[in-house]
Nanobody, 119 residues
Framework: QVQLVESGGGLVQAGGSLRLSCAASGRTGSINRMGWFRQTPGKEREFVSRITWRTGYIVYADSMKGRFTISRDSAKNTVYLQMNSLKPEDTAVYYC????????????WGQGTQVSVSS
């Protein structure tokens, strides 16, 4: 089992920045990949970015490229999402996820953190 705790959400004006953190605990040595997703009411959960834990290989959703940066601190078992040039349409609950496998649905999810961007 892996437990994930997100932090760093909040209210920011358009054009501003936020950094989200996701701290993992439990069987962290078995984690293969961690990712960030977001969801707004009435919409499906949307992929934002992911990072392969051992290699650091990174993937971004096209709409986030150039504005969002994912990173990890292996010593702290923490993954970060730096979000710059935020737009009102980035408003969502952001979720951290982890999985032991290379591909497939993520098995472990955090509780989510609210990001609100005002215009």
């Amino acid at each position: 089992q892996v437990q994930l705790v997100e932090s760093g959400g909040g209210l920011v004006q358009a054009g501003g920045s936020l950094r989200l953190s996701c701290a993992a605990s439990g069987r962290t040595g078995s984690i293969n990949r961690m990712g960030w997703f977001r969801q707004t009411p009435g919409k499906e959960r949307e992929f934002v970015s992911r990072i392969t834990w051992r290699t650091g290989y990174i993937v971004y959703a096209d709409s986030m490229k150039g504005r969002f940066t994912i990173s990890r601190d292996s010593a702290k078992n923490t993954v970060y999402l730096q979000m710059n040039s935020l737009k009102p349409e980035d408003t969502a609950v952001y979720y951290c996820a982890a999985d032991f496998r290379v591909i497939g649905p993520y098995d472990y999810w955090g509780q989510g953190t609210q990001v609100s961007v005002s215009s």
